[in-house]
């Protein structure tokens, strides 16, 4: 006797783990994926927080350059400083600290999670809002800070 030859089907898992054949079955994902989901403000907040780690290391960039200027003394710390006292130069700086704030929310705000507090709907949307948005106003705050402080000034 010979045995029937199997029906190719499609594996996918249970709530075991385990992978089942599921003959005449269609591919389709088994996690869900951006045709499900609607977008929400904690989506954003976790895409913002991958940014600012992006933008954070770009920024290391520039503290090793004005490091650099510092070692290749006073003329080339000069130059560094003239740079980032110009326009382009306090941009840049505007942007790191709003980049800086991000990251200071987001991590926040994971942290909080991760002690298993604000993981309902209504909290971790208050905590992504709070992440999502603060950064700005919290940067100008601080550069209104500098300039009124005269650290700053064009």
Sequence with gaps: MTQPKPNPGVASGDRTGR???????????????????????????????????IAGTVGLVFVVAWLGALAFGPETYETALALAGSPLGLFVGFGLTVVLFSFILNGARHTINDTGNGLTIKSATALSNIAVWAPVPLAILFWVVLFAAGRVSL
């Design 19 to 53: 992978f089942v054949i599921q003959p005449n079955r269609h591919l389709t994902p088994l996690s869900p994926h951006m045709g499900i989901w609607r977008w929400h403000v904690t989506m954003a907040a976790s895409i913002l927080f991958r940014a600012t780690l």
